[in-house]
């Protein structure tokens, strides 16, 4: 199933750390998937916390990944970052 299909119809909490990557992402290439770009992401990081705060150049050598999406990995993050502020602020 892809990752999309699988957020839709199991909700995003039973998607893998690949899966919802892998929607950031959006699309692969030829002859690989965006999921094969987020796994690719998660095996040299390890993990989320990983990944991120990397420098966007390092991140867009991962195959798949280029620039445009490194963006959005960043994006992501620091919408991430700002919510737990918040809800820090808010407790």
């Known amino acids: ?13 039973n998607c893998s750390d690949a899966e919802l990557l892998a929607i950031l992402l959006g699309s ?3 002859n690989f998937s965006a ?3 987020a ?3 998660l095996d ?10 990397r420098p966007l150049d390092e ?13 959005r990995l960043a994006a992501a993050y620091e919408i991430c970052q700002r919510l737990l502020n918040e809800t820090a602020r808010d407790a």
């Open 39 to 41: 796994n690719a992401l």
């Open 35 to 37: 999921l094969d770009s």
């Open 1 to 13: 199933m892809k990752p999309g299909r699988t957020l839709l119809e199991l909700g995003a909490g």
């Open 28 to 30: 692969g290439g030829r």
């Open 59 to 71: 991140i867009a050598q991962i195959k798949g990944v280029k620039v445009v999406r490194a963006i």
């Open 44 to 53: 040299k990081y390890g993990t989320l916390a990983g990944m991120m705060n």
